[in-house]
């Protein structure tokens, strides 16, 4: 089913060190003495108490506490990053904008200046300690675990990126194409703005609970995303699903796959792929909340899902 590259690349991720192009993230460089606090205010992360030079993936809602974008915020030295997906750049710029008043806050598109790449892997640290005495000034590394972030600026791109390369040959560093990104995101359940969720959801809706800090206070939607945490409310969910068969090809094309008990739509498919780790065909999918239990069949056309719990996709609520 798979090329010997994309099991190699898969390997790689699982047992060496795999290497993700991010480059193509829109970046804003947040700086000023204001801008930790900004940010703070403005996101459901703590951003307040992040050092530098971690990542922390947060997001930001509307005051009825729907999801305006994601986001991950890299602090550095002496200023902010912001990564986002390409399309939603513009709309976070702008909305970042509109809520600066009186703070000393410089927010600028950088997205041409840097570029960004992902190592994941259990050999990644080894790579990286190694790395550490070639890496120029400029050059930052950071962590959003269990990945590794590094930024180079497109001036020193050339010559650290050969160098970066080829180190990282004996640690069995491998580039990891778009088709297995896309298996190892399905994979861990991480979903994706546009496909899996959107200015539609709410956090709990699509388990975005790891881009939520419940004890920082407060920001726009916080009172929203409080309430349903304590009392729910919300009638769907986004859950894992492994198939019995092969879904139709739609379901890998952003077009919606229906999941049905009887005759009555409980819910539809949001991403799909074949998952080396389960060797079956896995999805993510919202289903109306009394289904959303380890084990509930539930049938597409005419083959059957199973919900299953993926790592980020836990099927209960945090406590």
């Known amino acids: 089913m798979f090329t010997s590259a994309i099991q190699q690349q898969y390997q790689a991720l699982h047992e060496k060190v795999g290497l993700i192009d991010c480059s193509n993230y829109g970046k804003l460089e947040l700086t000023g003495p204001d801008a930790r606090s900004f940010l703070h205010r403005l996101t459901t992360q703590d951003i307040q108490n992040l050092p530098a030079p971690q990542l922390r993936y947060a997001l930001l809602l509307d005051n009825k506490g729907k999801i305006i974008a994601d986001l991950t915020i890299w602090a550095l030295d002496n200023r902010f990053l912001v990564l986002t997906n390409s399309s939603l750049k513009e709309r976070v710029q702008q909305h970042l904008q509109k809520y600066l008043i009186t703070e000393e806050v410089t927010i600028r598109d950088c997205s041409d200046d840097f570029s960004v790449f992902s190592l994941q892997g259990p050999l ?38 050969n160098t970066f390369y080829r180190e990282g040959k004996s640690f069995g560093l491998q580039t990891i194409e778009p088709v297995v990104q896309e298996i ?37 939607g916080q009172e929203i995303v409080a309430r349903l945490k304590t009392y729910g409310g919300y009638r769907k969910q986004l859950v894992g699903l492994k198939i019995d068969g092969d879904l139709p090809v739609g379901a890998h094309c952003n077009v919606p796959l229906p999941l049905f008990d009887h005759e009555t739509e409980i819910g539809h498919i949001t991403s799909a792929c074949y998952s080396l780790k389960w060797g079956a ?10 289904y959303a239990k380890e084990g509930t069949p539930l049938p597409i056309e005419n083959l059957t899902a199973e919900v299953i719990e993926l790592p980020g996709l836990p099927l209960r609520d945090p406590s």
Do not use: H, W
Not at 190 to 198: A, V
Not at 282 to 289: D, E, L
């Open 124 to 161: 990644s640290v080894n790579f990286l300690q190694k790395l550490n005495t070639v890496i120029p000034s400029g050059v930052f590394v950071g962590q959003e675990d269990p990945s590794y972030f590094i930024l180079i600026p497109k001036t020193l791109f050339d010559s650290f990126y």
């Open 184 to 220: 190892l995101r399905v994979e861990n359940g991480i979903p994706l703005y546009g496909k899996d969720f959107s200015e539609e959801n709410t956090p709990p809706e699509a388990r975005l609970f790891r881009a939520i800090s419940y004890t920082k206070g407060c920001y726009p």
């Open 281 to 290: 065909t896995i999805a993510m999918g919202y289903v109306q909340r009394e």
